[in-house]
């Protein structure tokens, strides 16, 4: 199978624990046909000269560096506006993948014919000594509610998203990002691809952002919700969407917000 370009986007900030292990796991892909384009958001330890001393080794690795911090969506969106590939893969530059991780994705979604393609997610607990549980698990048919309800629809690193499907800006500012652009994407795509064969390992810790102490912020999942509902309003099936989105979300902030007030 002829391979299209992918282009993989990272976002860093202060991840040197992180930042090796990460771009290692992108660099040693079966995949080969990428770049990987890392976004450095002002980093104060030793991120930036980690990530200089790997891109000398690997013309692939390619690294724009923020004047100023300006968080995850402006670096993403910046990394967009470089992209020269085909499709678009996203990965945070605490976490890590397997190394068939975007052939499984690619080959999924030309199998199947879909605009993208995306796969459960293994949560490796850093405080539990590494304790890790696979949720999300999607069986049946992978339509965008079926998507919602398992928890996979919101987040961007575990899929590989068609260029031309990739139709809204991260907002600027604002945190739980995802969910105003990610989901529109997987609710207008015509197909989507599901995946059991891989997985993304998502890295939780104390200095991850929702692990992070409570923080007004935190309500910006409201202003994304809002925003998602909006840009999905003509879609026939709107009012199943909205009542799905509201109650996935919902949750997730009585789980993963509320909790840091107390």
Avoid at 10 to 21: G, H, L, Q
Avoid at 77 to 105: C, H, M, Q, R
Avoid at 231 to 241: H, L, M, T
Wanted: with cysteine.
């Amino acid at each position: 199978m002829k391979q299209e370009k992918i282009s993989i986007i990272v976002s860093a900030y202060n991840v040197e624990k992180y930042i090796e292990k990460c771009i290692s796991s992108l660099l040693k892909q079966t995949y080969t046909n990428f770049e990987i384009i890392v976004v450095d958001d002002c980093s104060q330890d030793k991120t930036l000269s980690l990530l200089k001393k790997m891109a000398r080794e690997d013309s692939r690795l390619k690294i724009l560096h923020n004047r100023e911090n300006h968080g995850l969506s402006y670096s993403r969106n910046k990394a967009l506006k470089e992209a020269s590939g085909a499709y678009y893969g996203f990965v945070d530059a605490d976490d890590f993948v397997p190394l068939d991780f975007y052939e499984t994705l690619y080959t999924a979604l030309k199998d199947q014919k879909a605009d993208m393609s995306f796969c459960d997610i293994n949560v490796i607990y850093e405080d539990k000594g590494n304790y890790q549980e696979k949720v999300a698990l999607c069986e049946g048919k992978p339509t965008a509610l079926h998507a919602i309800n398992h928890g996979l629809a919101a987040t961007c690193c575990n899929k590989l998203f068609k260029k031309e499907v990739f139709l809204y800006p991260f907002e600027d500012g604002k945190i739980n990002e995802d969910v105003a652009t990610i989901l529109p994407i997987v609710i207008k795509a015509q197909k989507l691809a599901y995946t059991k064969d891989t997985y993304y390992n998502y890295i939780q810790h104390k200095g991850s952002i929702q692990n992070s102490s409570f923080q007004e912020k935190r309500f910006d999942i409201f202003d994304m919700v809002s925003l998602a509902l909006d840009r999905v309003r003509e879609e026939k099936d709107f009012s199943k969407i909205k009542e799905c989105i509201t109650w996935n979300q919902l949750m997730a902030v009585l789980l993963y917000a509320i909790p840091k007030f107390f």
